[in-house]
């Protein structure tokens, strides 16, 4: 059964402090590794999609890699607005199972000035 | 302005009353998606659908049924609906499995 966990839950940062959230995960044939942005009230926004190992992705303060175990969301000298929760989810599999999407619980981010 | 439609985004209903929750995309996508979101259980897959009349189960399909009769909607129907089943559902929709997919506002269950 495919798996995937994130850490940490929860994480505070003032204005301008860098940091990264992991995204581990369990799979058998990885097909895609997808960061998503989460605001309160609404559904995820997509930011970045990753498939395969020593790939990375940059937008913005976010930059997005990702190894054969793990994925990491580093967020450069974040703002007020980077606030949300930031959920991964893999789509893995070989055959129609690979159409499934599993997602992390998430972490919740909150930059304070 | 491409969008995924869900309707109602709120619905207070008691058990065993059939309920419908419609689901409409603007973008010609042919994969869409309905998930659950519960609190420390994150958002769980409940059925897919890679093009009309293709549907299949995802990680939570029980209690639920889908159709997908036109491309751009993808109704979830509880036929029975029990407590177990108050929630936050999200339907989502991609160009294809493996690409990207825009998600609606949610639509807030609550089974009495």
């Known amino acids: 059964e495919d798996q995937v966990t994130q850490s940490p839950e929860a994480l505070r940062l003032q204005e301008g402090e860098s940091s990264s959230l992991n995204c581990s995960y369990t799979v058998s044939g990885l097909r895609g590794l997808f960061w998503y942005r989460q605001d309160p009230g609404k559904g995820p926004e997509f930011l970045f999609t990753?498939?395969?190992a020593g790939e990375e992705k940059e937008k913005e303060r976010l930059k997005a890699t990702l190894t054969k175990k793990e994925s990491f969301l580093h967020i450069t000298a974040p703002k007020p607005e980077d606030s949300a929760t930031y959920l991964c989810?893999?789509?893995?599999?070989?055959?129609?199972?690979?159409?499934?999407?599993?997602f992390g619980t998430g972490t919740r981010l909150q930059v304070t000035l | 302005e491409a969008q995924v439609t869900q309707n109602p985004r709120y619905l207070i209903t008691v058990t065993g009353k059939k309920l419908t929750v419609t689901c409409s995309q603007n973008m010609n996508h042919e994969y869409m998606s309905w998930y659950r979101q519960d609190p420390g259980l994150g958002l769980r897959q409940i059925y897919y659908s890679m093009n009309v009349e293709v549907t299949d189960k995802g990680d939570v399909p029980e209690g639920y049924k889908v159709s997908r009769k036109e491309k751009r909607n993808f109704p979830l129907i509880l036929e029975s609906p029990s407590p177990n089943q108050t929630s936050l559902y999200f339907c989502?929709?991609?160009?294809?499995?493996?690409?990207?997919?825009?998600f609606g506002d949610g639509t807030r269950l609550s089974i009495l």
């Open positions: 989810a893999v789509r893995a599999g070989y055959t129609g199972t690979a159409s499934k999407l599993t």
């Open positions: 990753l498939y395969s």
């Open positions: 989502a929709s991609s160009l294809g499995a493996n690409q990207p997919q825009h």
